[in-house]
Structure formats: structure tokens, C-alpha cells
């Protein structure tokens, strides 16, 4: 069973970074892609950002030039470096990991955003 442990999470002030981390219990190289998402209360699941085997990335348009994922295969993770944060993004962030049979999740990080 893959395994998906997400970190960094935590209470910022508007307009501050964090930086959060997903480690893999296994290749994150036969992942494709991975996902970062988040979930606000009372909110859907929403995609935040995808990277792809070979490092293309995309964002949603909320989060486009404030956020960037990053993949490290050699230590079997992955991140998202958020900048400029917002009240906006407080959410539940979660690690999501795809290959063509499997779909795994991470338990969740919070991030709180205060104004």
C-alpha cells in the first residue's frame, strides 16, 4: 500500500509563504501526474496544481503565479510553495498521487490564512 504523508501546513499571516511537502512510500516516478488539491469548509475538493512525469505544471487560476509545485524524485516527493498567501486559501491541502489503476491520497495538511 503507497503511502502519502503531507507537511508544512500551518496559521500565516495574509501575505506570507509556506511551503508544503509530500513524501511517498514508494517511486514517485511511475506517478503521472501528481496532484496537489485543497479543501475549504463547507467547499468541494478543488485541483490546486498538477505535475507531470516530466515536470510539466499546471495551475488553477486562483492560485496561478502565486503557487508552484515541484517534484523530487530522488527523494520520493513532492511540494508547493504558496507565496502571497490569501484568507482565500485557507483549506485542508492534500498529496495525490495517479498512475493508470491507482489513485492514492494523503491524510491533509491545514493552512489557515489569517487577514
Known amino acids: 500500500q503507497v503511502q502519502l504523508v503531507e507537511s508544512g501546513g500551518g496559521l500565516v499571516q495574509a501575505g506570507g509563504s509556506l511551503r508544503l511537502s509530500c513524501l511517498v512510500s514508494?517511486?514517485?516516478?511511475?506517478?503521472?501526474?501528481m496532484n496537489w488539491y485543497r479543501q475549504a469548509p463547507g467547499n468541494q475538493r478543488e485541483l490546486v496544481a498538477t505535475?507531470?512525469?516530466?515536470?510539466?505544471?499546471n495551475y488553477a487560476a486562483s492560485v496561478k503565479g502565486r503557487f508552484t509545485i515541484s517534484r523530487d524524485n530522488a527523494k520520493n516527493t513532492i511540494y508547493l510553495q504558496m507565496t502571497d498567501l490569501k484568507p482565500e486559501d485557507t483549506a485542508v491541502y492534500y498529496c495525490?498521487?495517479?498512475?493508470?489503476?491507482?489513485?492514492?491520497w494523503g491524510q491533509g495538511t491545514r493552512v489557515t490564512v489569517s487577514s
Open positions: 505535475i507531470s512525469d516530466g515536470g510539466s505544471t
Open positions: 514508494s517511486r514517485i516516478a511511475s506517478f503521472n501526474p
Open positions: 495525490n498521487a495517479r498512475r493508470p489503476m491507482d489513485n492514492y
